[in-house]
């Protein structure tokens, strides 16, 4: 039987909150702006940039957009024109500061990843969970592709979760259980130690005495 591995096969690293510049109410598309702001992202963090991954529009703290740069680089990505589009009609329902924080996806080795012609799988299900933790959080989240179930889905506690609903002693049971209240427990997994189903089988191969 296959043995848990010691290390994360993924790993994403968070960077963020970046400001947004803004033209009046809406984003700014000015290109020596957005030179600023990639120069920015570069300075704390070189080839960032050219990463790939998921990243994260939010306006007061709460996410308006998620997205994912796989086939090309978060530069190329993030304010392409249909983007800026869901940015500044977000803009249009509360007003605040604009923000973005970038998901970049690493190479076993700890470098950043390269967008590929064939993209990422591992950031195309990061993009729909962050979606399901977003529109839990904003019911007015712009995503509409990959949302519809979760747009009609309801599990109290979970997601989009009704009023008085998450007091409910099963619901907070469920939470705990599932690490989604109070401080993240850590749960220590012995791997050099074998699983029961290998214990029962090298019992039985045991000769007896």
Known sequence: MARLSREVAVNFKVFGPYRIRRDGKLISKSREHLRAFWSEIEAEAEGLADACGCYVFSIRRRAWYVGMAEKQSFCQECFALHKLTQYNYSLQRVSGEPQLHLLAKL????????????????????????????LNQNEHLQNVRGTKFLR?????????????????APVRSLRDALGMSG???????????????????????TPEA
């Not at 009609?152 to 409910?168: A, S």
């Not at 749960?187 to 214990?199: F, G, L």
């Open 183 to 205: 401080p993240t427990r850590k749960t220590v997994v012995d791997v050099s130690a074998p699983t029961t189903s290998e214990q029962a089988a090298n019992e039985s191969a």
């Open 107 to 134: 190479t076993p080795t700890g470098r950043f990843a390269s967008p590929g012609a064939n993209g990422h799988r591992d950031i195309q299900f990061l993009e729909t969970l962050l979606i399901g933790m977003a």
């Open 152 to 168: 009609e889905m309801r599990v109290p506690g979970i997601l989009r979760t009704g009023r008085g609903e998450g007091r409910l």
